[in-house]
Every structure is written in C-alpha cells, then in structure tokens.
C-alpha cells in the first residue's frame, strides 16, 4: 500500500475554499509535490514546496507542510467548477518516489 | 515543444494478445517510468530505467516487459500472461541533472481494454 495518505473524496461548492491534506513518511525529500490530473488525461504538476519552507502561495493555491507531523495540504481559494479533477501529493526523493492514493476533488455549482 | 507522447490514447485487446504501448520523450530526461492507474487507485509502479539499455522493475512488473534502447523511448509491453491488464498506463520521466525541481514529467496516458 502507499506510504503517503490522502483522503479519496473531498466535495465543496463553488466559491467556497477547498482543503486536500496529506501525510507523507520520508523526512529526507527535498521537495514535496501537488500534481492535478484531469478525467482521462496525464498529471500535470500543480504547485511544489521546498522541505525548508512552511508555506508557499501562489495565486489561489496555498500549500502547508508541517515537518514535524509529516504533513502537506493543498488548500485552493474561491474553487471553481474547473478545479473539480484528482489532486495527488507525492514525495520524490532521489531513488524513490511515491505517490498519494490522490482525493478526487468535486465542485458543485 | 518538450513533453513526453503517449500513443495510442486508446487500445483494444482480445485476450490472449501481446500489445505494445509507445512513450516518447524529446526532454532529455535519463529516466523514464511506467505506471498503471486502476480506478479509484493510486499509481503502481511497472517499470522503470534510470539509463538506456538499463531498467529495474517496479512493485507490479508481473505480466509486462519493457525496453530501453534510445533515451527517448521507453516502450512497454503488456504480455498474455497479465491477468487483468485492463487499466490506465501512464509514462514519467524524470530530469536527474539537478537543474531543475526534479520531479516527474507524465504523458497523458493510454488506455488499454480487453475485450
């Protein structure tokens, strides 16, 4: 099974603020990842945090990483019906990586 | 344009049949990688080659054979003896230079149904 845990669904409505966590297991990554696949397509990486840092922003997206708790979260401001897709975390180190379960996210109007 | 293609989008097999799926990538990238998706799952790892005329296998390698004789290609062949190959495939590669943030660059996708 996957080393690094995510919920499977998280449903929210349109405006509202939308919140994916993660928990992940290999303190030595340097970065910590968020991809976003879309039905039918391949991931597309969404955003990225440096393992020194405890929060990045960028636009709506705000990514938290608690190291101490091993702990990432994706938090997307005023969710559109277009952020409705499944958001994977992962932790790539240099020999391995692994991949969240990923949270399929679904926007209501 | 850079990226990684993935062809066919879609693939048919009756069973019994070997089929292949392409991956090409014209990013430079040393490793590649294999990975099926089923629904509702994460991504398993098949394959994957950190050099040319180099591979190692994933968790789920059973029943698939990979290639490695360019740097750009990356074939997989998904054999009769995989069970329930019936799946989403996924291709990756990867920039090991350090140049960059390191992470994995995807195709977007095949998916193989057996009739």
């Known amino acids: 099974g996957e080393d690094v845990e995510q919920s499977l669904f998280l449903s929210v409505r349109e405006g509202d603020s939308s919140v994916i966590n993660c928990t992940y297991t290999?303190?030595?990554?340097?970065?910590l990842y968020w991809y976003k696949q879309e039905p039918g397509a391949g991931l597309q990486l969404l955003t990225y945090?440096?393992?020194?840092?405890d929060m990045k922003q960028d636009q709506r997206l705000t990514v938290l990483l608690n190291k101490k708790d091993k702990h990432l979260s994706l938090r997307i401001a005023d969710t559109q019906t277009g952020d409705s897709a499944i958001y994977f975390c992962?932790?790539?180190?240099?020999?391995?990586?692994?991949f969240g379960a990923g949270t399929r996210l679904t926007v209501k109007p | 344009d850079g990226g990684i293609t993935q062809s066919p989008k879609y693939l048919f097999r009756k069973e019994g049949q070997n089929v292949t799926l392409s991956c090409e990538q014209n990013?430079?990238?040393?490793?590649m990688y294999w990975y099926r998706q089923d629904p509702g799952q994460g991504l398993r790892l098949i394959y994957y080659s950190q050099i040319v005329n180099d591979f190692q296998k994933g968790d789920i390698a059973e029943g698939y054979s990979v290639s490695r004789e360019k740097k750009e290609s990356f074939p997989l062949t998904v054999t009769s003896a995989q069970k329930n190959p019936t799946a989403f495939y996924l291709c990756?590669?990867?920039?090991?230079?350090?140049?960059?943030?390191?992470?994995?660059?995807f195709g977007e996708g095949s998916r193989l149904t057996v009739l």
């Open positions: 992962a932790e790539i180190g240099d020999n391995d990586m692994r």
């Open positions: 990013l430079n990238h040393d490793a």
């Open positions: 290999d303190s030595s990554s340097t970065y």
């Open positions: 945090i440096f393992s020194n840092m």
């Open positions: 990756a590669s990867r920039d090991y230079s350090g140049q960059g943030l390191g992470e994995l660059f």
